[in-house]
């Protein structure tokens, strides 16, 4: 029997993971209502945008970390393992090799969500998504 406090923690990182996800498919789409996936280039509607992680999100310490997580199509993140070498040029081209760096760094560190962090980033990310959706008319 899974205790209910865990129970409560994983429905919270669901919220979050959803949460997150569309906050970072927003933040990455243009106003044309298109993305260019992070690892391949190609140029998609937003509809077809995952949030792929650079770092597997099993990694807590960068599950929710802006510059680890990136508009991707879904052929890269679902079909192509994430295209981790293409993604690794995009997140080059776009943040710069010290923090493609610090991302690898960091994939070794421990993190551990607490409820009341669970609820300020769900709570942070919502009224993100609703500034970009007004912002971008999306």
């Known amino acids: 029997m899974i205790p209910r406090r865990k129970g409560k923690r994983n429905s919270l990182m669901a919220r979050l ?6 906050y970072i498919r927003l933040r990455d789409a243009r106003r044309d209502g ?10 998609k509607p937003y509809e077809q945008a995952d949030c792929g992680h650079y770092i597997n999100r ?14 991707q199509c879904r052929q890269c ?15 080059i081209a ?9 991302l ?12 009341f962090e669970y609820k ?3 709570d942070h990310y919502r009224k993100e998504v609703k500034r970009i959706k007004a912002e971008k008319q999306l």
């Open 104 to 115: 690898e760094a960091m994939k070794h560190e421990t993190k551990k969500i607490t409820e």
């Open 77 to 91: 993140n679902r079909y192509d393992e994430g295209n981790i070498q293409g993604y690794r040029r995009g997140l």
């Open 58 to 71: 099993q990694h807590m310490s960068l599950r929710y970390s802006e510059k680890n997580c990136n508009a």
């Open 17 to 22: 993971d959803n949460t997150f996800s569309e």
């Open 120 to 122: 300020a980033m769900i």
């Open 34 to 43: 298109t993305f260019v996936c992070i690892s391949c280039g190609k140029i």
């Open 94 to 102: 776009k943040y710069g090799e010290p923090v493609v760096l610090w």
